[in-house]
């Protein structure tokens, strides 16, 4: 008999959601919940997770959890189709978490390539604290409670989903077959894996500052776009260009559609021509900004509308919040009765055991 789909992700709120977010996963889910070929979709906000690295500042977790809320209802999430719940609510997952560290050895987590390079990024070194250097634990945690088949996610938390599929392995192993296995699926468009920011580093990443972000306004994507990284010597438009580590061109790959060219850009048919005639030269990087900017703007102005619609009634997104957290609850307090009874440690509901403890005692 075919396995149940079910999907879980979600994101750290740690500030807005930005277009490497969107293309990364954020439009796949939105794709996914609309095909419907899923048992359930859970999409969670990480808060507990991000005040692994944020445990002195609180308000910028607290002020964001209301933030990704209103970016996953603008880019489209539906909460009548899936469950969106808030992660620190559920206290099953904490439960789980610890259980699982007994699975799991230091050594093993310190080859984690993408623990390795998010401690890099944040300047750790040494003083790493505890609930970060376990983040793939409670990350399985996350995963295991909702009998999670497949993650939408980036490529860079390949190995995380690798270490919760080896967690669930062992735990079945040991305490026989419990927990579900789960399987990344990756974005379709592969340059959507890993948008670079729009400084050319390798990552869009919140702390770097080099994001565009999905709530921001034209005039504010405009000015991004303008200001991108793109080839430092095609100083003159004679010049010829280079494709490779261009930032608007990357962009374009994950962005670009053949229709836009007839809405946009009707001098060229698609997006080859464009790239043969830059790297001839003669063709300036403003008019490909230009094509960019428009091709952007169509994408993010439709999220920008449903997001001022929601925002003009921020207790109802908090009462939706609720909901998905109590029906979340439910699910993963109903995964951990079996985790306990697989563990035998379901002591107050093991009527055998009692029963069978109390006649041992009796005939001494």
């Not at 919940?33 to 997770?49: P, T, Y």
């Not at 990024?121 to 634990?137: A, D, K, Q």
Request: net charge negative.
């Amino acid at each position: 008999m075919a396995q149940d789909k079910i999907i879980l992700t979600g994101d750290r709120p740690t500030g807005r959601l930005h277009i490497g977010h969107y293309v990364g996963s954020l439009k796949r889910r939105v794709e996914l919940q609309n095909e419907g070929d899923f048992k359930k979709m859970f999409v969670f906000i990480a808060d507990a997770q991000a005040l692994t690295d944020n445990i002195d500042n609180p308000e910028k977790v607290r002020q964001n959890v209301i933030e990704v809320a209103l970016d996953y209802l603008a880019a489209g999430l539906n909460p009548d189709k899936i469950t969106i719940f808030i992660q620190s609510q559920i206290p099953e997952l904490c439960e789980l978490s610890f259980y699982f560290m007994d699975l799991v050895t230091v050594s093993r987590l310190q080859r984690n390539p993408t623990v390795k390079t998010e401690i890099g990024m944040r300047g750790f070194e040494s003083s790493i604290p505890v609930g970060f250097f376990t983040y793939p634990v409670s990350q399985a945690a996350d995963i295991c409670a909702f009998k999670a088949t497949t993650v939408p996610a980036g490529e860079d938390q390949k190995p995380m989903i690798e270490q919760a599929t080896e967690i669930a392995r062992r735990f079945n192993h040991i305490y026989g077959e419990t927990l579900i296995e789960p399987n990344i699926l990756l974005p379709q468009n592969e340059v959507c894996c890993r948008l670079p920011g729009i400084d050319g580093k390798a990552k869009m990443s919140k702390s770097l500052g080099n994001c565009i972000y999905l709530a921001e306004t034209a005039k504010e994507v405009k000015q991004k776009v303008m200001s991108m990284y793109t080839d430092p010597l095609h100083i003159h438009v004679e010049d010829p260009g280079h494709l490779e580590g261009n930032t608007v061109f990357t962009y374009l790959d994950a962005f670009c559609k053949p229709d836009h060219f007839a809405a946009y850009w009707p001098d060229y048919q698609n997006l080859d021509e464009v790239k043969e005639h830059y790297q001839q030269g003669g063709l300036g990087d403003m008019k490909v900004k230009k094509f960019l900017n428009n091709i952007l703007q169509e994408e993010l102005e439709p999220i920008r509308i449903r997001r001022a619609e929601f925002e003009k009634d921020i207790p109802a997104v908090y009462d939706m919040l609720k909901k998905g957290c109590e029906e979340a609850r439910e699910v993963a307090a109903q995964t951990l009765d079996e985790v306990r009874r697989a563990m035998k440690i379901n002591y107050f509901d093991d009527a055998a055991l009692i029963s069978e403890q109390a006649r041992r005692f009796a005939t001494k």
